[in-house]
Nanobody
Framework: QSQLVESGGGLVQPGGSLRLSCAAS????????IGWFRQAPGKEREGVSC????????KYVDSVKGRFTISRDNAKNTVYLQMNSLKPEDTAVYYC?????????????????????WGQGTQVTVSS
């Protein structure tokens, strides 16, 4: 069974850091575009960051630029999202998703139906 599993969420104070992991099982992440999305209470799910299949290209939404870093370790079949300088507005359920390699270059990086596989989500709460 092919699936993605996120981990690393939790409760952190403003200004703190967390590293989310997205591990794949049942298939290899090589060549897949991987996206991180988040859904805050009462809001629609939005794209946060994505990485190309090779890992050589990355994108971020403006609200997280300079604070979040996406990376991938294909040998471990895992993608990471390092989140620093967290703010209360970063509070959300974070999801990872895997889509075809072309997704990254097609202008559809933030289009959720471009992704074939989704994880179950991990809660991130930023609060003092």
């Amino acid at each position: 069974q092919s699936q993605l599993v996120e981990s690393g969420g939790g409760l952190v104070q403003p200004g703190g850091s967390l590293r989310l992991s997205c591990a794949a099982s049942g298939f290899t992440l090589d060549y897949y575009t991987i996206g991180w999305f988040r859904q805050a209470p009462g809001k629609e799910r939005e794209g946060v960051s994505c990485v190309s299949g090779s890992g050589g290209s990355v994108k971020y939404v403006d609200s997280v630029k300079g604070r979040f870093t996406i990376s991938r370790d294909n040998a471990k079949n895992t993608v990471y999202l390092q989140m620093n300088s967290l703010k209360p507005e970063d509070t959300a359920v974070y999801y990872c998703a895997a889509g075809p390699a072309a997704t990254y270059y097609s202008g559809r990086s933030w289009t959720q139906n471009s992704y074939n596989y989704w994880g179950q989500g991990t809660q991130v709460t930023v609060s003092s």
